[in-house]
Structures are given as structure tokens and as C-alpha cells.
């Protein structure tokens, strides 16, 4: 089992471990389970080997292609991009949550925003009003796109 560690914003961090635990082990179907397996690279020698970071994956092993043991390295713009598909997995799973708390259970999106928040124990890591702004120009979008 090869890992790797890097930085990504700290909610996204927290959300990933509470979700799939620590250090954060993905199925081959997951998307960001290819994101890591695409933008490995080998350790460059001028960086250190000591690992920093939020965030600690367990590098995808495929039968065919790169092999952990070698290409066991994420760099930054590598990072920027694994945190950009893990925002968009965060933003689905929210906005399923609360469609779904709405339309079948009747409970008010506000509710099931602090719901959320208190699951993935994100209270002192993300603003609530940030969420929900996001989530309100979101069905904005679907709506205009509709019409």
C-alpha cells in the first residue's frame, strides 16, 4: 500500500475522511480514484520526501499502467485539480441531500444544510450561507436553463 499526501482546502479534507476514512482508500469506479492514478508522476529528486499535507491518499494500484511504488507524487497543479473533482463530488452529494430531505421528507433545506454540515463535522471549517448561496444559484441555473 503506497499513500500520498498533499494539501487541499480543509473542508474538502474533513469531508474525505469522514466519507471514506484515513487515509482515504478509493474504489476504481470513484472519479478522483482516476484523477490520482492519471496525474501521478515520479518523485522528482529535488523534493523532499517528507510528506506535508491534509490529506492522505492510498495511491490507486491498476493491474495494467503506473505503478505506485514509482509514480507516488502529486505536485500542486496535480492537487488543484484532484480538489476541484472532490468540490464538485462534495456540491453533488449536497445537493442531492437536500432535494431529496425537501421533496421526500418534507424537511426545510436550512435543516438539512446544518444536517449536512453536523455529518461531515464541517461546523468550524465552512460557512453555512456559502453553501446554500451556492446551492440557490445552482437551481437558478437548472431553472433558467428550462425555460
Not at 43 to 69: A, C, D, M
Not at 98 to 125: A, D, P, T, W
Amino acid at each position: 500500500m503506497v499513500t500520498t499526501t498533499f494539501t487541499i482546502k480543509p473542508y474538502l479534507a474533513k469531508f474525505m475522511y469522514v466519507k471514506y476514512g484515513c487515509p482515504v482508500h478509493l474504489t476504481h469506479i470513484h472519479p478522483v480514484y482516476h484523477c490520482l492514478q492519471q496525474l501521478s508522476v515520479p518523485h522528482p529528486q529535488n523534493v523532499s520526501w517528507k510528506e506535508t499535507g491534509n490529506v492522505r491518499f492510498i495511491l490507486p494500484s491498476p493491474r495494467y499502467g503506473k505503478s505506485p511504488e514509482k509514480y507516488n507524487y502529486i505536485g500542486k497543479d496535480s492537487a488543484f485539480i484532484i480538489e476541484k473533482a472532490i468540490e464538485v463530488e462534495i456540491k453533488m452529494e449536497f445537493y442531492e441531500v437536500l432535494l431529496e430531505n425537501k421533496c421526500r421528507n418534507g424537511i426545510r433545506f436550512k435543516k438539512s444544510m446544518e444536517m449536512f454540515v453536523e455529518h461531515y463535522q464541517l461546523e468550524e471549517l465552512i460557512e453555512e450561507e456559502s453553501l446554500m448561496r451556492a446551492f440557490q444559484r445552482w437551481r437558478k441555473m437548472i431553472k433558467d436553463k428550462k425555460s
